[in-house]
């Protein structure tokens, strides 16, 4: 006798309550009032399609069981509990009832990014010895490595939800929860450096997302997301977690690492679910455009996806082109494209361009950009070196944001400096480091992003990050213009195959290019590196060390951004020659 498919029926649009936009004092009590609705998560894979259906009330109903579990455990209100945060059921119950129990979850990253077990297990450790964690908990397939992660740690629990609810007895009450007090952690994504955790209290994020609702998306009752960014990211969290859920929208969610192998099926939820919210670094873009090349789309219908946002990552114009073009035919409007900037140690918005806009990009003199910080507007086809920047919208309300140059004084209109911004949604402070604080965030309450940019009509636009800012012979290089040129200037090259940065041999700086090469034969694999060397020449008078390296060495951060520091670093330490000849190849 078979055994019958089990079938879900996904939450439904409409929650059947009164829409609130995130007016709660606390993310527990913003449950209370979505459980009330009709609304909830549901969870796909690509191999079985929907598998999870978490409405509200029953997300409720286990979070306030879990956390009285918590507290019977030994673990009391303030304590810190690390969680892997796996695309599942299981971490939302988990962030939840630390939420009722007074606890502060730290979401971790999965392992994909720390190239393979012992990487990944010294992560989860130091981690963990961050931020103190008395409990780590993790998918049942990820226990064994938590376990060992948590072999010299102090901590109640280390281990999955699944066992952890067969040891441990309910506990009979929750403490009252402080607004003014800790919601979690979010750690940063390790661009440079060690992550480090960031505070964020129920008041902060209550602030960013009643802005981003209200007036970045403008949220109303008609609304659904659908997202496969990670949990562990703020984009993924705060964007496509918490926010649906304190403006009670039903939220449709692909893990990464899915999205990653069909990129096209985010695309089919969008289009069955009829969600008009969702948003993706570049990258992903890129990969869906790519795949639907020799993909039939006459199953999508994407003309409900009224903003299609872009964040997380410096935002490459060609490639939101090519998406808009691939996927016309089956609905899509380039107008639901909506740039945005932001970071985790704001909560995660500070500015979104106008809703319907689309992209509006600035043509500027590379030149005059690079010698005297100014911001330019040339013509395309003038025969001046240019660049195109994405203005990335106006400043949400309660927010402010200044471009200041190297004296902090604050800059005009097209005049390039370092960003600042300040406004309820701030960070208190990295958790258990006064230092990196004070590097960062001033007493008047003043944040040093660390990026760098200029207004343009009342927008920000954003020009890079100051610390990869190559400079040579006196002239200020962007690493992303020379990745970008040599990607899409070269065939045979993706977006991320490239890492661009400078080192000092001494006498000057030397500019350096590794490239992802998937070709085996050397004399095709040298005219590759030749002819993205000549390319550079061309175009930015560049003298350049083009280096080939495997496919799949270029260093990523948790989020799946390009880590130039720590490709820059490979590079002096021989990692990837090691690698190559590891591989059986050697670098070019």
Request: negative net charge; glycine residues 10%.
């Amino acid at each position: 006798m078979t055994t019958p498919t089990r079938t879900f029926t996904p939450t439904p649009t409409n929650s059947g309550i009164a829409l609130r936009c995130a007016d709660f004092a606390t993310l527990g009590e913003a449950l209370d009032y979505a459980a009330t609705g009709q609304s909830g998560i549901n969870f796909y894979s690509a191999r079985k399609g929907l598998e999870t259906v978490l409405p509200y009330s029953q997300l409720r109903e286990r979070a306030l069981e879990l956390a009285g579990r918590l507290l019977g455990s030994g673990l009391k209100a303030g304590d810190r509990v690390a969680m892997v945060a796996e695309s599942d059921a299981d971490f939302v119950v988990a962030f939840f009832a630390c939420q009722y129990a007074g606890l502060l979850p730290a979401p971790l990253p999965l392992p994909v990014a720390f190239g393979g077990r012992e990487g990944y297990i010294d992560h989860i450790r130091r981690i963990s010895l961050v931020c103190g964690a008395k409990a780590i908990f993790c998918p049942d397939d990820l226990s064994d490595w938590i376990e060992q992660s948590a072999q010299t740690l102090d901590v109640i629990w280390a281990g999955s939800l699944s066992a952890f609810m067969q040891a441990h007895e309910t506990s009979s009450s929750l403490p009252e929860i402080d607004p003014e007090g800790l919601s979690y952690l979010q750690f940063s994504s390790g661009t440079t450096r060690f992550p480090l955790g960031v505070e964020i209290t129920h008041k902060a994020f209550m602030a960013n997302a009643f802005a981003i609702a209200k007036y970045g998306l403008q949220i109303g009752a008609g609304d659904r997301t659908c997202s496969w960014l990670p949990f562990y990211h703020d984009m993924g969290l705060v964007g496509f977690l918490l926010t649906p859920l304190v403006t009670q929208m039903s939220n449709d969610i692909l893990p990464t690492r899915d999205f990653a192998r069909r990129p096209l099926m985010w695309l089919s939820m969008i289009s069955d679910n009829k969600a008009s919210l969702a948003f993706s670094p570049s990258f992903g873009y890129d990969l869906c455009a790519r795949r639907a090349k020799k993909a039939k789309l006459d199953h999508l219908d994407l003309s409900n996806w009224r903003v299609a946002g872009i964040g997380g990552d410096m935002i490459r114009v060609a490639v939101l082109d090519s998406f808009t073009e691939r996927f016309a035919p089956a609905g899509f409007s380039g107008n639901a494209l909506l740039p945005s900037y932001g970071m985790a140690e704001t909560t995660l918005a500070i500015s979104f361009a106008p809703t319907g806009q689309g992209v509006v990009y600035d043509r500027v003199d590379l030149n005059r950009l690079d010698t005297d910080k100014q911001a330019v507007p040339v013509t395309a086809g003038s025969g001046v070196a240019s660049r195109e920047f994405v203005l990335c919208g106006t400043v949400l309300p309660g927010h402010q944001l200044e471009v200041r140059n190297e004296n902090g004084e604050v800059l005009g209109e097209a005049q390039v400096g370092r960003i600042f911004v300040s406004g309820p949604s701030l960070m208190t402070k990295y958790f258990g480091n006064a230092g990196e604080t004070a590097c960062v965030l001033s007493k008047d309450g003043w944040l040093d992003t660390g990026d760098l940019g200029y207004w343009r009509d009342g927008q920000i636009v954003i020009t890079g990050r100051a610390k990869d800012l190559i400079l040579v012979n006196g002239r200020n290089v962007w690493p992303q213009d020379l990745e970008w040129s040599a990607e899409s200037g070269v065939e045979g090259l993706r977006s991320g195959d490239v890492a661009a940065f400078s080192v000092d041999d001494g006498d000057n700086e030397e500019v350096i290019l590794l490239v992802q090469t998937r070709i085996s034969d050397p004399e095709r694999r040298a005219s590759l590196l030749r002819g993205i060397e000549g390319l550079v020449n061309a175009e930015y008078g560049l003298t350049t060390q083009v280096i080939g390296v495997p496919p799949h060495s270029l260093p990523q951060t948790s989020s799946g951004k390009l880590s130039r520091a720590k490709a820059r670093k490979m590079y002096l330490d021989g990692s990837f020659e090691a690698m190559s000849k590891e591989r059986g190849s050697l670098v070019n």
